[in-house]
Nanobody, 118 residues
Framework: QVRLVESGGGLVQAGGSLRLSCEAS????????MGWYRQAPGKQRELVAT???????NYADSVKGRFTISRTNAKNTVDLQMNSLKPEDTAVYYC????????????WGQGTQVTVSS
């Protein structure tokens, strides 16, 4: 059974930094894509950043230049370094992992709260 466990959320002042980490376990396959999504109250879940097993990255425009995603394939971990945080970054952040194949399999973590105070 695949399990994703996030850590690193919390409360920070605007302009501060946080680092989120996610460890995936239970899969015999390589996660082709790992990433972070977020959901603010009253809003839909949105993409923050993704990274492929080859290291290609994709960022939402709102976080480009401030957030950096990285992963360690051997450990099935993905991290999100968040700098210059803004109050609008406040949300529950979810880790995701995808296995591509005949049937695409997507997995989610339980979420970690990030709150940025002004």
């Amino acid at each position: 059974q695949v399990r994703l466990v996030e850590s690193g959320g919390g409360l920070v002042q605007a302009g501060g930094s946080l680092r989120l980490s996610c460890e995936a376990s239970g899969s015999i396959f390589v996660f082709n894509v790992m990433g972070w999504y977020r959901q603010a109250p009253g809003k839909q879940r949105e993409l923050v950043a993704t990274i492929t097993s080859g290291g290609s990255t994709n960022y939402a425009d709102s976080v480009k230049g401030r957030f950096t995603i990285s992963r360690t394939n051997a450990k099935n971990t993905v991290d999100l370094q968040m700098n210059s945080l803004k109050p609008e970054d406040t949300a529950v952040y979810y880790c995701s992992a995808v296995v591509l194949g005949g049937v695409t399999q997507a997995y989610w973590g339980q979420g970690t709260q990030v709150t940025v105070s002004s």
